[in-house]
T-cell receptor
Framework: NAGVTQTPKFQVLKTGQSMTLQCAQDMNHEYMSWYRQDPGMGLRLIHYSVGAGITDQGEVPNGYNVSRSTTEDFPLRLLSAAPSQTSVYFC?????????FGQGTRLTVV | GNSVTQMEGPVTLSEEAFLTINCTYTATGYPSLFWYVQYPGEGLQLLLK?????DKGSNKGFEATYRKETTSFHLEKGSVQVSDSAVYFC?????????????FGGGTRVLVKP
């Protein structure tokens, strides 16, 4: 019963590099989301998906892309990393308003 | 848009003390309200929820009541333990809205000392 699995747990990038944060859920939930957590600001929504093939922007989408080719997977792509993207990233899978979160990815951009 | 405001921390308490974390919200319509907890190095976990006015959510000795008249959802625990040290987030969502997007407060760090 894995729930929501995020990889990697830690990552250091150089400015300008690209990478993909992986997220997978095994609960067959339609809704999935990506949040970033910054000190004192709670979690802010980056992108979300209401089902395979359907994604939309959240509150802070700039610099990030997503896709949802299957119900299970919802990867987050950083196109050209910037120091402002240093944060902790959480993927969530949601059903009937209840969100299940992954363990998080701590990303540092230097 | 929707917003959630919760008291800033850190809140430092002694074991067996009473804990209150204030949370107020602004929303269009009738949101569902949640408290999530984040233990060190972990993701967020649902602590409790309430889906309509006057509902009381409870779990692990924590309680919160959905107060529509004051747009509040304050978290309380009568006797905290060291293991309650964590960051607590108040959040809301519109259940019927596509995506069930959560709006979070800024989080309140609680430290319980023995």
């Amino acid at each position: 019963n894995a729930g929501v699995t995020q990889t990697p747990k830690f990552q250091v990038l150089k400015t300008g590099q690209s990478m993909t944060l992986q997220c997978a859920q095994d609960m067959n939930h339609e809704y999935m989301s990506w949040y970033r957590q910054d000190p004192g600001m709670g979690l802010r929504l980056i992108h979300y998906s209401v089902g395979a093939g359907i994604t939309d922007q959240g509150e802070v989408p700039n610099g990030y892309n997503v896709s949802r080719s299957t119900t299970e997977d919802f990867p987050l792509r950083l196109l050209s990393a910037a120091p402002s993207q240093t944060s902790v990233y959480f993927c969530a899978s949601t059903r009937q308003g209840l969100a299940f979160f992954g363990q998080g990815t701590r990303l540092t951009v230097v | 848009g929707n917003s959630v405001t919760q008291m800033e921390g850190p809140v430092t308490l002694s074991e067996e003390a009473f804990l209150t974390i204030n949370c107020t919200y602004t929303a269009t319509g009738y949101p569902s309200l949640f408290w999530y907890v984040q233990y060190p190095g972990e993701g967020l976990q649902l602590l409790l929820k309430a889906t309509k006015a006057d509902d009381k959510g409870s779990n692990k000795g924590f309680e919160a009541t959905y107060r529509k008249e004051t747009t509040s959802f304050h978290l309380e625990k009568g006797s905290v333990q060291v293991s309650d040290s964590a960051v607590y987030f108040c959040a809301l969502t519109m259940i019927k809205a596509a995506g069930n997007k959560l709006t979070f407060g800024g989080g309140t760090r609680v430290l319980v000392k023995p």
